[in-house]
């Protein structure tokens, strides 16, 4: 064999080594965007939304369908994080609620509900959950039951109030009032 075919042969492996890494990269793509129009799809079920952009916006903000049920809990976490931190009335609360909406201890929800305890979501998750906290109430859905803005803005209320003033009784802070009013215009502005 000569040396021009030995390179001849190890340029043809190359390429070939190229070629299947190139597919098998193709073929991961292929999965990876199945399962993310299954989980759309999935998220689509539980939260009686249909249009794309909003279920993917889902999917941006970190939401599985496994998760998906925490979305009206977000201003309700956000009241909570107001003033800086969570206190465990408020966590105790927080759970409580979740638990009354289905959320389960050890669940993939729970879990994800216990790191937002521990630490503050991302400012783009709270700002962009209304608009799709309404999409989701107007929709009728049964993952919703008969959960209201009226009822996720008296959420938040008592959430606001249960670590304020004397021994946690009747105070909330100013930065706590202007936030209740915004989710409330927020909420109620847009179910309408």
Do not use: H, N
């Given at each position: 064999?000569?040396?021009h075919?030995?390179?001849?042969d190890?340029?043809?492996?190359?390429?070939?080594?190229?070629?299947?890494?190139?597919?098998?990269?193709?073929?991961?793509?292929?999965k990876?965007?199945?399962?993310?129009?299954?989980?759309?799809?999935?998220?689509?079920?539980?939260?009686?939304?249909?249009?794309?952009?909003?279920?993917?916006?889902?999917?941006?903000?970190?939401f599985?369908?496994?998760?998906?049920?925490?979305l009206?809990?977000?201003p309700?976490?956000?009241?909570a994080?107001?003033?800086?931190?969570?206190t465990?009335a408020?966590?105790?609360?927080?759970?409580?609620?979740?638990?009354?909406r289905?959320?389960?201890?050890?669940s993939?929800?729970?879990?994800?509900?216990?790191?937002?305890?521990?630490?503050r979501?991302?400012?783009?998750?709270?700002?962009r959950?209304?608009r799709?906290?309404?999409?989701?109430?107007?929709?009728?859905?049964e993952?919703t039951?008969?959960?209201?803005?009226?009822?996720?803005?008296a959420q938040?209320e008592?959430?606001?109030?249960?670590?304020?003033?004397?021994?946690?009784?009747?105070?909330?802070?100013?930065?706590?009032?202007?936030?209740?009013?915004?989710?409330a215009?927020?909420?109620?502005?847009?179910?309408?």
């Open positions: 064999m000569s040396e075919d030995a390179f001849a190890r340029g043809r492996a190359l390429e070939e080594e190229y070629f299947r890494k190139k597919d098998r990269e193709l073929v991961e793509k292929l990876a965007t199945a399962a993310a129009e299954q989980a759309r799809g999935e998220m689509g079920r539980e939260t009686g939304l249909s249009d794309p952009a909003m279920l993917q916006e889902l999917q941006e903000m970190g599985t369908p496994q998760t998906v049920s925490l009206p809990l977000v309700v976490l956000e009241t994080w107001a003033e800086g931190g969570v465990a408020e966590r105790a609360l927080v759970v409580k609620l979740a638990r009354s289905g959320i389960s201890e050890g993939a929800a729970d879990l994800q509900l216990q790191a937002w305890l521990d630490e979501p991302e400012p783009t998750v709270f700002a959950a209304g799709l906290i309404a999409a989701v109430l107007a929709s009728g859905s993952s039951g008969s959960l209201t803005a009226d009822d996720l803005v938040c008592r959430i606001a109030a249960i670590s304020g003033g004397f021994l946690g009784m009747g105070r909330v802070s100013p930065d706590e009032k202007a936030l209740l009013a915004r989710i215009s927020d909420l109620k502005a847009r179910t309408r």
